[in-house]
């Protein structure tokens, strides 16, 4: 919040504020009411007020009390607006990790009745019928400064608690080549172990791949999803219904052998091989 930092030997309000203040709230002779003003902000709207004489600000001591919080507003599930030529009079803003939003609408914007802030930027489509998507502050203010003169601009604002951004036509084709990788997974598939470490990452009984690492040298010879039916080590000890914690230390104990194979299956369309009659009866003696 704006900050007194100084506090001029002429001016009108020495004897009633101090050093130290932070402006809470502004209210204006429309009785408009500000909240949480940066300072540019607070220092346009004074000046553009300054023959008023009905302006009010509230201080307040940080230490001590607490910034009135703005009054909540229900956002709309989303805005489409057709944007006038020009500058637009409204901030941007992003969080990391999260999409550019309406952080600011100021008084004189040409939009100001129908941007709301808090409504996340979802996409801009220019004049030529171009859709750009999941934009970037910079990138959002460099396409509107790029396209300013044009009055076929249209930004779509959505509520983000409410619906969702629009995936860009690339990013859902690379989605469904994802998909389609992930569901088709063999039946079945013996892979010759090298030595060495695998690359992979195996969770659950029976063990599942959930990771293949870039430099795995399996990374051409299996799939997620694909389930460990069977390891065969290198003394060739067969392994079966084994979990993940007894094959990760069986394929550490023998990771220096060429000789180690797994069997895998896809659990969708395979069973796990059971272990055979006769090595129960052996456990068994």
Wanted: without cysteine.
């Amino acid at each position: 919040l704006p900050t007194i930092t100084e506090i001029k030997f002429n001016s009108p309000l020495e004897d009633d504020v101090v050093l130290g203040m932070a402006v809470d709230t502004l209210t204006l002779e429309s009785g408009e009411v500000f909240y949480e003003l940066p300072l540019k902000s607070l220092i346009t709207l004074l000046a553009d007020n300054a023959k008023s004489d009905k302006r009010t600000i509230r201080f307040i001591d940080l230490e001590q009390t607490k910034p009135t919080p703005a009054p909540s507003v229900s956002l709309p599930n989303e805005k489409i607006i057709t944007l006038p030529a020009g500058k637009l009079g409204v901030e941007f803003s992003s969080e990391v990790g999260k999409p550019v939003f309406i952080s600011e609408v100021k008084r004189k914007s040409p939009i100001k009745d129908k941007a709301i802030v808090g409504m996340t930027v979802d996409t801009l489509t220019l004049e030529s019928g171009e859709v750009l998507y999941n934009l970037t502050v910079s990138e959002l203010l460099e396409a509107l400064g790029a396209h300013s003169h044009s009055k076929k601009r249209v930004l779509r604002l959505i509520n983000l608690d409410t619906m969702q951004l629009t995936p860009s036509p690339k990013e859902e084709e690379e989605e469904e080549e994802e998909e389609e990788e992930e569901d088709w997974i063999p039946d079945e598939k013996i892979v010759t172990l090298p030595p060495g470490k695998l690359g992979l990452v195996f969770q659950g009984t029976p063990p599942r791949i959930t990771k293949i690492k870039p430099n795995s040298p399996l990374v051409d010879e299996v799939m997620l999803g694909m389930v460990v039916d069977i390891l065969t080590v290198g003394d060739g000890a067969v392994m079966y219904e084994i979990n993940s914690k007894a094959l990760i230390n069986s394929l550490n104990k023998n990771q220096n052998s060429d000789k180690r194979a797994i069997r895998f299956i896809n659990p969708e369309t395979n069973e796990v091989t059971p272990m055979p009659d006769d090595e129960e009866d052996e456990d068994e003696q």
